[in-house]
C-alpha cells in the first residue's frame, strides 16, 4: 500500500467514525436527525482536517478560523469533530480547563440532562461551539457578524508585519437556512460589504422535514448568491475530498467577494437503504438499519461508538499540528507586538476578556433639571456618543432609522463600515432587522460590543435573534425609539402595545425604559457594566421633562430597576403610583396633586422589571411595602404583567387596543394619560383597601 493510499484510508476511517459515531448517539439518544451528518461528515472532515485554522488546545484563540453549525439540526456533525479533533473545553472565565470540550460520555448522553451534546449547540455549554443554532437561517446570518467583526479588527489592530488577524469565517447551512428570510437578508449585507473572508457551504440534499424540496423550495440558488454579488462554487460529490478541499480553496481565494459552496449530496449519504427518504431526515434509523449501514462502511455491524486506533492520532497530525503550529507562531507574533505597540495590546487583552477601558464612562454626562426636557433618543445620542470615543470596539448601527433612532456616531474619526473602509464604527444594517439582530450576535460572539437600533414595534421582526442574544447571554445593546403611542400621527403600525412585555417575556433579557436624560444616561452606565447581558433599551421619541434631582432621588437608582422616586413626606405611603419610561412624569404630576389634597402617594420609576427581581426581598419591599395595597401601575402599552405588581385589585392604566393615529396629546387624552386619570385612580384605589 503506497503512503498516499494509506492516508485516504485513514481519512475515510476518520469520515465513517464521525457517521457511526453521529448514528450511535441519534439511535442511543432515541432521537435526532442522522441524515446530514451522514451527508455532511466528508465536507466538515476537510475542512477541520486539511484548513481550519483553529488549535484544538485553545478554541477561543482570538484569530482562529470560525466554524458555525447553521444547519443545527444536524449537531452531531460538529460534536463529532469535536470530540475527534480533541478541542479542549475552556471556562466562562476564558481560562483553559484543559478537559476535552466533548467526551465519547457526552455523546453517548447526546440529548441527556448535562451532556455537553445539547440536541442543538449551544454557545457557553460547549466549547468550540461558536454560536448556539437550531433556529435555521441564524447561523449564516451570525456568520456575517463574525465576518464583519473580523474585517473591522484586522482594520484596527494589523500592522505592517504584524498580522495578528487574519481568520475566515466558515458556516455550513442546509435547504432550510437558504429558505428562511433572514439568509437572503445576510447575504445581500455580505455582497454589499464584499465579505471575502466569509463562505457558507450549502448542503444540497434537496431534502427537509416533509419531503424533498421540489414542493416548496425550486429556485435557482446558485444564481441568487450571484446576484448577490458572491463567488459561488459547485461540488458534485459530496464524498469527493479533493474536490471538496478544491471548492473550499478556491473560496479562500477569492477576495472582493463572500462564497458559497454548494456540495451536491444525498441525505443519509453511504446508506445504500435509506437515501432519499424522509424518515432519514427526522429519526433514528433503527437497529437493523444500523448493522446494514456499518457494514457498508466497513465497520463491525455490532460495534457502538467505536473510535479505531489511528484516528485521534491522524486528526492531531492535521488540524491539531496545523492549528498548534499557527497560534504558537500567532504567540510570537503578538509579544513582539506587545512591545511595539503596548496600548493596543492591552485593548485585545480586555475585548478577549470583555472587559472595559478604565475610563470608558468618564465622559457620560448629567443633564440640569428641565421642564422642557428632552427625548429619550436625543438623550441616549449625548450618552453613546460620550462613552464611544472612549470604548474603541464599541460599533453599531440602526435598520435604516439612524436619523431617527439617533444612534450615530459622530465624534472626528467615527466614519463608516463599508467595503472599502474596515476601521469604521457606524454600520449600515439596510432595512433588515432580523438579520441586524444575528449581524449583532456575530458581533457580541467576536467580543465587539454592538448595538443596533430601530423602533420599537419592529422588534417583532429582529426577534428570532434578540431570542438568541438572551439564549447565548451575550452583551448586544438592541436599543428601540418609538416607544408607545407617543409616536402619535404614524397610527396604530407604529404604535408599540404588545412589544415590552413580550420583550419582558424574553428569559435573561433586560429590558429598560428609563424616564428622562439622567435615567438614560444611568441605563448607559448599568448596561456597559454587565459583560454577559443583553439589553433592550427603550427610548422616547417625545421629550421628556428631566427631573430635579435634588428635589427627587437620584438616577443612580435605575441601576437596581425600580426605586422610590418621590415619596410622602416622612414616607410610609399610602398609595404607590408606579410607572416606566414616559409616564413617569404623569405619576410626578398626579402625586404633586395628590399631596396638595393631604394624600400620601410614593413614585416609584420601574425602568427594568428585571433588574428589579434581582435585587434582595428586602430592598423590593422596601420599595413596594407589601402593606400598602391601594396601587397605580401607568404604562402606555398592554397591561399584561402588570399585576405582577399591583396585585389583582390593583388599578392598571395602560392600552387594550392598538392605538391610533392622531397628535400625541389627543391620543393622551383619549386613551386616558392624563393627570387627572391618574389621581382618580389612585383615589379609587384607596377608596377600595379602606
Ligand atoms: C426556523 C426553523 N423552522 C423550522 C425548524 C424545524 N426544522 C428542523 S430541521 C428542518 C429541515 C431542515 O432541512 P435542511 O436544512 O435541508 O436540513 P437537512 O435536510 O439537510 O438535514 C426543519 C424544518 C427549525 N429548526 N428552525
Known amino acids: 500500500m503506497s503512503t498516499t493510499q494509506t492516508v485516504l484510508d485513514l481519512d475515510q476511517v476518520c469520515i465513517n467514525t464521525m457517521r457511526t459515531l453521529a448514528i450511535d448517539a441519534i439511535q442511543q439518544a432515541n432521537s435526532g436527525h442522522p441524515g446530514?451528518?451522514?451527508?455532511?461528515?466528508?465536507?466538515?472532515?476537510?475542512?477541520?482536517?486539511?484548513?481550519?485554522?483553529?488549535?484544538?488546545?485553545?478554541?477561543?484563540?482570538?484569530?482562529?478560523?470560525?466554524?458555525?453549525?447553521?444547519?443545527?439540526?444536524?449537531?452531531?456533525?460538529?460534536?463529532?469533530?469535536?470530540?475527534?479533533?480533541?478541542?479542549?473545553?475552556?471556562?466562562?472565565?476564558?481560562?483553559?480547563?484543559?478537559?476535552?470540550?466533548?467526551?465519547?460520555?457526552?455523546?453517548?448522553?447526546?440529548?441527556?440532562?448535562?451532556?455537553?451534546?445539547?440536541?442543538?449547540?449551544?454557545?457557553?455549554?460547549?466549547?468550540?461551539?461558536?454560536?448556539?443554532?437550531?433556529?435555521?437561517?441564524?447561523?449564516?446570518?451570525?456568520?456575517?457578524?463574525?465576518?464583519?467583526?473580523?474585517?473591522?479588527?484586522?482594520?484596527?489592530?494589523?500592522?505592517?508585519?504584524?498580522?495578528?488577524?487574519?481568520?475566515?469565517?466558515?458556516?455550513?447551512?442546509?435547504?432550510?437556512?437558504?429558505?428562511?428570510?433572514?439568509?437572503?437578508?445576510?447575504?445581500?449585507?455580505?455582497?454589499?460589504l464584499k465579505l471575502d473572508n466569509l463562505c457558507w457551504i450549502y448542503d444540497n440534499n434537496h431534502i427537509t422535514i416533509e419531503g424533498k424540496t421540489d414542493i416548496a423550495f425550486t429556485e435557482d440558488v446558485a444564481g441568487r448568491f450571484l446576484a448577490y454579488g458572491w463567488n459561488v462554487v459547485r461540488v458534485g460529490d459530496a464524498n469527493d475530498l479533493d474536490r471538496i478541499e478544491n471548492a473550499l480553496r478556491n473560496a479562500a481565494g477569492t477576495t472582493g467577494r463572500p462564497s458559497i459552496v454548494i456540495v451536491d449530496s444525498h441525505i443519509g449519504y453511504g446508506s445504500p437503504h435509506r437515501q432519499d427518504t424522509s424518515a432519514a431526515h427526522g429519526e433514528p434509523l433503527g437497529e437493523e438499519e444500523i448493522k446494514l449501514v456499518k457494514q457498508a462502511y466497513g465497520w463491525p455491524a455490532d460495534a457502538k461508538f467505536l473510535v479505531p486506533n489511528g484516528v485521534y492520532e491522524h486528526l492531531e497530525s492535521g488540524i491539531g499540528r496545523r492549528g498548534r503550529e499557527a497560534h504558537e507562531q500567532w504567540e510570537k507574533q503578538f509579544a513582539e507586538y506587545r512591545k511595539q505597540f503596548?496600548?493596543?495590546?492591552?485593548?485585545?487583552?480586555?475585548?478577549?476578556?470583555?472587559?472595559?477601558?478604565?475610563?470608558?464612562?468618564?465622559?457620560?454626562?448629567?443633564?440640569?433639571?428641565?421642564?422642557?426636557?428632552?427625548?429619550?433618543?436625543?438623550?441616549?445620542?449625548?450618552?453613546?456618543?460620550?462613552?464611544?470615543?472612549?470604548?474603541?470596539?464599541?460599533?453599531?448601527?440602526?435598520?435604516?432609522?439612524?436619523?431617527?433612532?439617533?444612534?450615530?456616531?459622530?465624534?472626528?474619526?467615527?466614519?463608516?463600515?463599508?467595503?472599502?473602509?474596515?476601521?469604521?464604527?457606524?454600520?449600515?444594517?439596510?432595512?433588515?432587522?432580523?438579520?441586524?439582530?444575528?449581524?449583532?450576535?456575530?458581533?457580541?460572539?467576536?467580543?465587539?460590543?454592538?448595538?443596533?437600533?430601530?423602533?420599537?414595534?419592529?422588534?417583532?421582526?429582529?426577534?428570532?435573534?434578540?431570542?438568541?442574544?438572551?439564549?447565548?447571554?451575550?452583551?448586544?445593546?438592541?436599543?428601540?425609539?418609538?416607544?408607545?403611542?407617543?409616536?402619535?400621527?404614524?397610527?396604530?403600525?407604529?404604535?408599540?402595545?404588545?412589544?415590552?412585555?413580550?420583550?419582558?417575556?424574553?428569559?435573561?433579557?433586560?429590558?429598560?425604559?428609563?424616564?428622562?436624560?439622567?435615567?438614560?444616561?444611568?441605563?448607559?452606565?448599568?448596561?456597559?457594566?454587565?459583560?454577559?447581558?443583553?439589553?433592550?433599551?427603550?427610548?422616547?421619541r417625545q421629550n421628556l421633562p428631566t427631573f430635579d434631582r435634588k428635589r427627587f432621588a437620584a438616577a443612580s437608582g435605575l441601576s437596581k430597576g425600580a426605586y422610590v422616586l418621590a415619596d410622602a413626606e416622612g414616607g410610609n405611603p399610602e398609595v404607590l403610583l408606579m410607572a416606566t419610561g414616559s409616564e413617569v412624569s404623569l405619576c410626578v404630576e398626579a402625586y404633586e396633586e395628590l399631596s396638595k389634597q393631604g394624600i400620601r402617594a410614593r413614585v416609584v420609576s420601574m425602568p427594568s422589571w428585571e433588574l428589579f427581581e434581582r435585587q434582595s426581598e428586602e430592598y423590593r419591599r422596601a420599595v413596594l411595602p407589601p402593606t400598602v395595597k391601594a396601587r397605580v401601575a401607568v404604562e402606555q402599552a398592554s397591561t399584561f404583567g402588570w399585576c405582577r405588581y399591583v396585585g389583582i385589585d390593583g388599578a392598571i392604566l395602560g392600552m387594550k387596543t392598538f392605538g391610533a393615529s392622531a397628535p400625541l396629546k389627543v391620543l393622551q387624552k383619549e386613551f386616558g394619560f392624563t393627570t387627572g386619570h391618574v389621581v382618580q385612580a389612585a383615589k379609587e384605589q384607596l377608596a377600595q383597601v379602606k
Not at 447553521?70 to 475552556?90: E, M, N, Q, W
Request: charged share 20%; with cysteine.
Open 342 to 540: 503596548p496600548e493596543l495590546a492591552a485593548e485585545l487583552d480586555q475585548i478577549q476578556k470583555r472587559e472595559l477601558p478604565v475610563n470608558w464612562s468618564k465622559d457620560i454626562p448629567s443633564f440640569p433639571a428641565d421642564s422642557k426636557g428632552v427625548s429619550g433618543r436625543d438623550a441616549s445620542a449625548k450618552v453613546l456618543n460620550a462613552i464611544a470615543p472612549n470604548l474603541p470596539w464599541m460599533i453599531g448601527g440602526s435598520a435604516d432609522l439612524t436619523p431617527s433612532t439617533k444612534t450615530r456616531l459622530t465624534f472626528p474619526g467615527a466614519g463608516d463600515f463599508q467595503a472599502d473602509s474596515r476601521s469604521g464604527r457606524n454600520l449600515h444594517f439596510g432595512i433588515r432587522e432580523h438579520s441586524m439582530g444575528a449581524i449583532l450576535n456575530g458581533l457580541a460572539l467576536s467580543k465587539l460590543r454592538p448595538f443596533g437600533s430601530g423602533f420599537l414595534i419592529f422588534s417583532d421582526y429582529g426577534r428570532g435573534a434578540i431570542r438568541l442574544s438572551a439564549l447565548m447571554e451575550i452583551p448586544v445593546i438592541h436599543i428601540f425609539t418609538h416607544d408607545s403611542i407617543g409616536v402619535g400621527e404614524d397610527g396604530p403600525t407604529h404604535q408599540p402595545i404588545e412589544h415590552l412585555i413580550s420583550l419582558r417575556a424574553i428569559p435573561n433579557l433586560v429590558v429598560m425604559r428609563p424616564c428622562d436624560a439622567n435615567e438614560v444616561a444611568e441605563a448607559w452606565r448599568t448596561i456597559l457594566a454587565m459583560p454577559r447581558q443583553p439589553v433592550a433599551l427603550i427610548l422616547t
Open 36 to 192: 446530514t451528518p451522514m451527508g455532511m461528515s466528508p465536507t466538515v472532515y476537510c475542512l477541520w482536517q486539511r484548513l481550519m485554522k483553529f488549535d484544538p488546545e485553545d478554541p477561543i484563540w482570538m484569530n482562529r478560523d470560525r466554524f458555525v453549525l447553521s444547519a443545527g439540526h444536524a449537531s452531531t456533525l460538529l460534536y463529532t469533530i469535536l470530540h475527534l479533533a480533541r478541542v479542549k473545553a475552556v471556562d466562562p472565565e476564558y481560562e483553559i480547563l484543559g478537559r476535552p470540550s466533548v467526551t465519547l460520555d457526552d455523546l453517548k448522553s447526546f440529548r441527556q440532562f448535562g451532556s455537553r451534546c445539547a440536541g442543538h449547540p449551544e454557545y457557553r455549554w460547549t466549547s468550540g461551539v461558536e454560536t448556539t443554532t437550531g433556529p435555521l437561517g441564524q447561523g449564516v446570518a451570525t456568520s456575517v457578524g463574525m465576518a464583519i467583526a473580523e474585517k473591522w479588527l484586522a482594520a484596527r489592530y494589523n500592522k505592517p508585519g504584524f498580522e495578528l488577524f487574519g481568520y475566515r469565517i466558515y458556516a455550513l447551512c442546509g435547504d432550510g437556512c437558504m429558505m428562511e428570510g433572514i439568509s437572503s437578508e445576510a447575504a445581500s449585507v455580505a455582497g454589499h
